[in-house]
C-alpha cells in the first residue's frame, strides 16, 4: 500500500530556514516529488528524488533516504511569496502511481 | 501558451444533472490525470490515461467517467452528480516516461447542491 506523512502546518519567519519532513511507506518505490501550491491555484513542481541524498535547486533543496523511508524539503531565505502548501509525493511503477501526501501548510511570518 | 487549461472555472450543479469537465494540453504528452483535492484528503486520482485511446480507473472512479480520443483532450464526465462530488478537480499530464514530474492545470471548483 501507499502511505504518506507530513506535517500539517508550520510558522517560519522571512529570512529563516525550513525544512519539511516526510515519511513515505511505499511498495515498488520509485522516487519521490515535491510540488508547492499556493491557496486557490495548481500544484507546480519543485524537486524529484530518485536516489539517496541531496538535491539543490537555488533556494529549495529536497533530501531523500531510501533506507529509511523519508525525505525533506529545505527552504532557505525564506520570502513572505514562500508561503503555501507543500505536497508530498511518493511514485511507484507506472504513471499512475503518484501518491500524494495531504500537504504542509507553511506560514512566512515578518 | 503551452500548458494545460480546464473548463469551467468553477460551476453550480445541482444534484443528478450530468456535468463534463474539459481539459485540453498542448504539450503532446502521453500520459494525463484527473485528481480531486479535498480538505484534509490531498490530492486523489480519479482516472488516468497512459496514451490516445487508453484510460484506467485510479483511486477514487466511482461516479466518474473519462474518455481519451486524442493525445490533447481529456474530458471528466459527472454522469449524475451528488453532493459528496463537490470538489476541486486537476487535471494534470505529464510525457509519460516514468518519474516524469506531471503539469498541473489551474482546477475547475465544482459544487453539488
Known amino acids: 500500500g501507499q502511505n504518506i506523512d507530513q506535517p500539517t502546518e508550520m510558522t517560519a519567519t522571512e529570512g529563516a530556514i525550513v525544512q519539511i519532513n516526510c515519511t513515505y511507506q511505499t511498495s515498488g518505490f520509485n522516487g519521490l516529488f515535491w510540488y508547492q501550491q499556493h491557496a486557490g491555484e495548481a500544484p507546480t513542481f519543485l524537486s524529484y528524488?530518485?536516489?539517496?541524498g541531496l538535491e539543490e535547486k537555488g533556494r529549495f533543496s529536497s533530501f531523500l533516504s531510501r533506507s529509511k523511508g523519508y525525505s525533506y524539503l529545505l527552504l532557505k531565505e525564506l520570502q513572505m511569496k514562500d508561503s503555501a502548501s507543500y505536497l508530498c509525493a511518493s511514485f511507484s511503477g507506472g504513471y499512475q502511481k503518484v501518491t500524494f501526501g495531504t500537504g504542509t501548510t507553511l506560514h512566512v511570518i515578518p | 501558451i503551452a500548458g494545460i487549461t480546464q473548463a469551467p472555472t468553477s460551476q453550480i450543479l445541482a444534484a443528478g444533472r450530468r456535468m463534463t469537465l474539459r481539459c485540453t494540453q498542448d504539450m503532446r504528452h502521453n500520459a494525463m490525470y484527473w485528481y480531486r483535492q479535498d480538505l484534509g484528503l490531498g490530492l486523489r486520482l480519479i482516472h488516468y490515461s497512459n496514451t490516445a485511446g487508453t484510460t484506467g480507473k485510479g483511486e477514487v472512479p466511482d461516479g466518474y467517467s473519462v474518455s481519451r480520443a486524442n493525445t490533447d483532450d481529456f474530458p471528466l464526465t459527472l454522469a449524475s452528480a451528488v453532493p459528496s462530488q463537490t470538489s476541486v478537480y486537476f487535471c494534470?499530464?505529464?510525457?509519460?516516461?516514468?518519474?516524469?514530474?506531471?503539469?498541473f492545470g489551474p482546477g475547475t471548483r465544482l459544487t453539488v447542491l
Open positions: 494534470a499530464s505529464s510525457e509519460g516516461t516514468s518519474g516524469n514530474f506531471q503539469f
Open positions: 528524488n530518485v536516489l539517496d
